[in-house]
């Protein structure tokens, strides 16, 4: 939770409080603990009202795209919202391509196909029993929807489901024909900087939240993100790394050439009705799951000390492919690298604690200045691309 003061026109950010979040299993499924999730956002909002006496203008809530909460006829939540890594999206992704074609999902929305969108999940959630008219808000529209905002989809976020029409800022009325799924149980789409409400409940009454209004920022993180990239011209790209890294750069108009759809990249809607062209990358996931499942195994590791042990090997002359459908579900992440290494017939890894700093490097966490010098071919297919 970060706190921003505008100061003779100078922009100060001052980060306020952080939680920690990762999904629970709930009867076997992947999940978020939304009222923890929740209960983290209004503890960081009661420090920033103490923080600023004089008075908050105005809260916005980003996040992760993709998920969502289902919610009954009362607005009540119908049960803890599924997380994207849930392997239940495997087979509804493969039944709604027997519906519509791939080329032609690409051709209506011009977003990347993997398993964890919106799109998928929502059809999933037949299998779960869950209403098709149900309605449903992606998480950071929703925890503004608990804060008293009116229940909306904001643009960046919007495209990130893979239902909303190419171009546009409307959803595509062929996909929902075509998957079975409800339009109706879609939110209206509103524009990024949406003013959506006020503050209502118990922290409406703190001193500091008198006034203050809901607004929808670039509800996609990664948009928010890099709406805040310092950059000027049209020749830069991005890398926004964390559990996943995304790869690529801003246009003006959305790109879908056969070369890009082969290529598997999105267009996510941007800021200012840009678009963010860029690919997902598997990202900093692996990591911690290899760190979780080290440090179940008795060797806890610091990410620093990974990091210097890392930097003294030499690069790997062959990478993982970490996009690979095991390596996006938890679970018993170093022997599924072990399996893909032993696959391609080289050698495993036996989970010796020496051999560790090893894996770390072959799973693509490399000390930066190990890279300057190699040849980096998705750079070039980038920009061929756009």
């Not at 004089?54 to 809530?61: F, K, L």
């Not at 690529?248 to 598997?264: F, H």
């Not at 979780?292 to 990091?307: F, H």
């Amino acid at each position: 939770m970060s706190l921003l003061r505008w100061t003779n026109g100078v922009s100060q950010i001052q980060v306020v409080h952080r939680f920690s979040n990762a999904p629970i299993v709930v009867g076997g499924s992947l999940r978020w603990d939304i009222q923890k999730i929740f209960g983290g956002v209004k503890q960081g909002l009661r420090l920033c009202a103490a923080a600023a006496p004089e008075g908050i203008a105005s809260i916005g809530i980003d996040g992760w795209g993709v998920d969502y909460a289902r919610l009954g006829e009362n607005g009540d939540l119908i049960e803890e919202p599924f997380c994207h890594r849930d392997e239940r999206t495997r087979a509804a992704m493969e039944e709604v391509l027997q519906r519509i074609s791939a080329d032609r999902l690409y051709a209506l929305t011009g977003i990347q196909l993997l398993s964890l969108n919106t799109l998928f999940q929502l059809y999933a959630d037949h299998a779960a029993g869950i209403p098709a008219q149900a309605k449903w808000l992606n998480l950071p529209e929703y925890v503004t929807h608990l804060l008293g905002g009116a229940p909306v989809s904001e643009f960046t976020n919007a495209t990130h489901t893979q239902l909303v029409a190419l171009g546009t800022q409307e959803w595509c009325d062929e996909v929902f024909r075509k998957t079975g799924l409800a339009r109706e149980a879609a939110p209206e789409i509103v524009q990024t900087g949406t003013c959506v409400g006020k503050l209502t409940g118990e922290l409406s009454e703190l001193t500091a939240f008198r006034s203050t209004k809901l607004i929808v920022p670039a509800c996609h993180d990664t948009a928010s993100a890099i709406a805040a990239i310092p950059a000027t011209g049209e020749d830069w790209a991005f890398i926004s790394s964390g559990t996943w890294s995304l790869v690529g750069t801003v246009l003006r108009a959305p790109c879908v050439t056969d070369e890009v759809r082969s290529m598997n990249f999105t267009n996510l809607g941007g800021a200012g009705g840009s678009i963010c062209f860029l690919k997902n990358v598997n990202g900093l996931w692996i990591l911690q799951q290899c760190l979780d499942e080290w440090e179940k195994a008795g060797q806890t590791w610091a990410v620093e000390e990974l990091l210097r042990r890392c930097g003294e090997l030499p690069a790997p002359a062959e990478f993982l492919d970490v996009d690979a459908a095991e390596l996006l579900v938890p679970g018993e992440m170093p022997a599924k690298i072990s399996a893909q290494l032993a696959a391609r017939g080289e050698r495993g890894f036996s989970g010796n604690s020496e051999e560790i700093p090893e894996m770390a490097r072959e799973s693509g966490f490399v000390p930066e200045a190990q890279w300057v010098d190699r040849e980096w071919p998705f750079a070039e297919s980038l920009w061929r691309a756009a």
